[in-house]
């Protein structure tokens, strides 16, 4: 289909990263399920994005167009380039700490997407002055150049987060983190006592304190074992500190798994362990519940302390010494953690992709000024047909 008889609405994401980036995670995987619903409800959807080694450039992928330019830093310019050009009905920037500052260019609204506020990670991430600098940019100047623009979250507990930083509630939208129903497993809940962890491998996550709950444990829980899912470049840095705490031979990291080879460590696990610093919301919570597994995390870790009910589906802990004992509190009544279990697959049912993608093309709509409702008569695969 020509572009000059293309009449469908036009929305343009600028993202960081896709989940193809070796760094990519949950919020790319959000990011990119509301832009297939958007191309299912018959809009043109672009996402500029990083590039990153053996990515395509430029490619169709499930009715939306991606467009990958410049690097972690560079991603910015290019991404202002392409807003400045884009005859989009709406532009949604999406504020991974960084802002795309998409409002000093885009000539139609722009929706701010927004998964968790980043104060602890700047400093971690980027030393003291390049970190101070980024949480002004983050917790200052966004807000007041976003002052008239409306955002969207995944929790209110984020929604909080920006009230706190001077985002009025009443512009902010919550639609929620998605799950797709687990695929049939193979796998049955493993005799021995397992923990797991589904993350990427990098610093913020704190993979290394589900290594140290085995460490403390160890003597008490000599079947005891960890498995790691996932993928990074902190995989190194943890293998050997699971070396210096002398569980190496307890804790097996697999790296990054399929769909299916995730799930079935999932189905046999006890524990999920989510030990992150901050997470918008936390797909696997869900995906883990999904499997009776609950899960324990971290109460000041932001959307967490919403997909987690305390106490019902899982435990929030306060410090590395809480978090422990939390652990084997749920290791050691396996009453308790079936009854968890069996109340995170009552609620993990309650959530899914299509109910989350209503609510994202409603807010687009609105925004947009788009006053009909588009209904949804294509499936994500299907729009592979109309592109040009």
């Known amino acids: 289909m020509s572009r000059s008889r293309d009449s469908r609405p036009r929305v343009l994401l600028v993202n960081w990263r896709d989940t193809g980036h070796p760094e990519g995670g949950g919020s790319e995987r959000y990011v990119e399920r509301m832009a297939e619903s958007l191309a299912a409800y018959g809009y043109r959807v672009e996402i500029q994005c990083?590039?990153?080694?053996?990515?395509?450039?430029?490619?169709?992928?499930?009715?939306?167009?991606?467009?990958?330019?410049?690097?972690?830093?560079?991603?910015?310019l290019h991404a202002l380039r392409a807003i400045k050009a884009a005859r989009a009905n709406l532009v949604v920037d999406v504020q991974n700490g960084m802002p795309f500052f998409a409002k000093l260019v885009a000539g139609c609204p722009v929706l701010v997407l927004v998964h968790h506020v980043h104060r602890e990670q700047w400093i971690s991430a980027l030393g003291e002055t390049v970190g101070?600098?980024?949480?002004?940019?983050?917790?200052?100047?966004?807000?007041?150049?976003?002052?008239?623009?409306?955002?969207?979250t995944v929790s209110e507990v984020t929604k909080g987060e920006l009230a706190d930083l001077g985002i009025d509630r009443s512009r902010v939208d919550v639609v929620p983190n998605g799950l797709d129903?687990?695929?049939?497993?193979?796998?049955?809940?493993?005799?021995r006592p397992t923990l797991v962890a589904v993350s990427r491998l990098v610093p913020h996550k704190r993979i290394e304190h589900a290594i140290d709950v085995v460490a403390?444990?160890?003597?008490?829980?000599?079947?005891?074992?960890?498995?790691?899912?996932?993928?990074?470049?902190?995989?190194?840095?943890?293998?050997?500190?699971?070396?210096?705490?002398?569980?190496?031979?307890?804790?097996?990291?697999?790296?990054?798994?399929?769909?299916?080879?995730?799930?079935?460590?999932?189905?046999?696990?006890?524990?999920?362990?989510?030990?992150?610093?901050?997470?918008?919301?936390?797909?696997?919570?869900?995906?883990?519940?999904?499997?009776?597994?609950?899960?324990?995390?971290?109460?000041?870790?932001?959307?967490v302390a919403e997909s987690i009910v305390d106490g019902r589906t899982g435990l929030l802990a306060d410090d590395f010494g809480d978090f422990t004992t939390r652990v084997e509190e749920l290791l050691t009544d396996h009453a308790r953690r079936a009854r968890m279990g069996l109340a995170g697959?009552?609620?993990?049912?309650?959530?899914?992709?299509?109910?989350?993608?209503?609510?994202?093309?409603?807010?687009?709509?609105?925004v947009a000024g788009l006053t009909a409702p588009r209904p949804r008569i294509l499936t994500a695969h299907r729009v592979h047909e109309l592109v040009d």
């Open 50 to 76: 990083a590039a990153y080694p053996g990515a395509n450039p430029g490619e169709w992928r499930d009715g939306v167009r991606y467009r990958r330019r410049g690097n972690k830093f560079g991603v910015y």
């Open 181 to 191: 129903a687990p695929p049939p497993c193979g796998a049955q809940r493993s005799d």
């Open 132 to 152: 101070r600098l980024g949480w002004w940019i983050e917790s200052r100047l966004a807000p007041w150049l976003f002052r008239n623009c409306r955002y969207v």
């Open 216 to 303: 403390a444990l160890a003597e008490r829980w000599p079947a005891l074992r960890l498995e790691i899912v996932g993928h990074g470049p902190w995989d190194t840095v943890l293998r050997r500190h699971a070396e210096a705490r002398g569980v190496a031979d307890r804790v097996t990291l697999h790296g990054w798994l399929d769909e299916q080879g995730k799930h079935e460590v999932l189905a046999r696990s006890w524990l999920h362990l989510c030990p992150s610093v901050k997470e918008g919301w936390g797909i696997v919570i869900m995906e883990a519940a999904s499997h009776g597994v609950p899960s324990v995390a971290y109460r000041a870790a932001g959307g």
């Open 345 to 366: 697959m009552s609620r993990a049912s309650g959530y899914s992709w299509d109910q989350s993608a209503e609510m994202f093309e409603s807010l687009v709509r609105d």
